[in-house]
């Protein structure tokens, strides 16, 4: 059974960073497609960001500010944001599925991706 569980969340200050881990058990990383989501209160939820193969995928609204990266060896993705803007406030997901980050093409709020964790409240203060 795949179990997916979030970390590092909290309060930060506009301009500051935060890194969220997400410890995966039940599953390696090689051949998943791993991804960064958030949404927003009354907003639908969007992918962040998104890892499989070595190559890695953003969202507009966060490129250049934030970076997915893996650690096999810990079976951990992370998501380091910086630069952090109080528009980032959201509950922030990691989601698995086989293959390729550009394979995701569900429909929010689970985007056709059979795994998730619990989510991770980001708050940011102006």
């Known amino acids: 059974e795949v179990h997916l569980v979030e970390s590092g969340g909290g309060l930060a200050q506009a301009g500051g960073s935060l890194r969220l881990s997400c410890v995966a058990s039940?599953?390696?990383?090689?051949?998943?497609?791993l991804g960064w989501f958030r949404q927003a209160p009354g907003l639908k939820r969007e992918m962040v960001g998104c890892i499989s193969y070595g190559t890695k995928y953003y969202g507009d609204d966060v490129k250049g500010r934030f970076t997915i990266s893996t650690d096999n060896a810990k079976n951990t993705v992370y998501l380091q944001m910086n630069s952090l803007k109080p528009e980032d406030t959201a509950l922030y997901y990691c989601a698995a599925q086989r293959g390729d980050c550009t394979k995701i093409a569900g429909l929010p709020p689970d985007y056709g991706m059979p795994y998730w964790g619990k989510g991770i409240l980001v708050t940011v203060s102006s």
């Open positions: 039940g599953l390696t990383f090689d051949g998943y497609a």
